[in-house]
């Protein structure tokens, strides 16, 4: 499954657990956000897909994940997101 196809399973993931998901070109790192109470993801047109892709990643991190049937690529997508987060904040905290 290539990163675009994993994009539209994740943004239709956040729609089925109430989160909007935008996607606008700009200046600005896109995530979760809440604008006028209602819970949203943005995402930045300018990113590339796998940047997107972490972004998602990050922004469902806290979501109940367990209620919704995720494909099996998905799910091993998300995780590897998660993973290399987790790394990139490792190395991070070295600094």
Known sequence: MDTAAIIE?????????????????????????????????????NDLPETQLMVLAEALREAPLDTIYLKPAVRRALEEAWAQAESAEAAHGDD
């Open 9 to 45: 399973e994740l943004e239709g993931v956040a729609r089925r657990l109430g989160v909007e998901v935008r996607s606008e070109p700009g200046n600005f790192r896109g995530g979760r956000c809440v604008v006028d109470g209602d819970e949203m993801i943005m995402l930045n047109d």
